[in-house]
C-alpha cells in the first residue's frame, strides 16, 4: 500500500488531502501511477489533465514519471511552484 498526498489546486479538485492505495498489478512507476489514478472517474483524471507539468515526489524527494514505486512510499503530487 502506498500513501498518496495531493496539494494545492490538485487536492481541490479531487476533494481530499490524502489517500491510501493498494498498487495494481503493473503499477510500478509514478507515471504508471498517474496514468492508473486518471482511469478512476472524473474528479481524478480532470484535475490531473488541468496539471500539464506535475511535478512528483516520492519519500520527500521529487521524481519523474519513469521512478519505480513500491509498496509503502509516500507519494506527493502537486502543480509547479511560482512566485515572485
Do not use: C, K, Q
Amino acid at each position: 500500500m502506498i500513501h498518496v498526498r495531493y496539494f494545492a489546486s490538485l487536492r481541490e479538485r479531487i476533494g481530499r488531502d490524502e489517500e491510501r492505495i493498494e498498487l495494481p498489478a503493473g503499477v510500478d512507476t509514478l507515471g504508471a501511477l498517474v496514468t492508473h489514478l486518471s482511469a478512476r472517474g472524473a474528479p481524478w483524471r480532470e484535475a490531473l489533465e488541468a496539471t500539464p507539468r506535475l511535478m512528483m515526489a516520492r519519500n520527500h524527494t521529487l521524481a519523474r514519471a519513469e521512478t519505480e514505486i513500491s509498496d509503502g512510499d509516500e507519494i506527493g503530487l502537486f502543480p509547479p511552484v511560482t512566485g515572485g
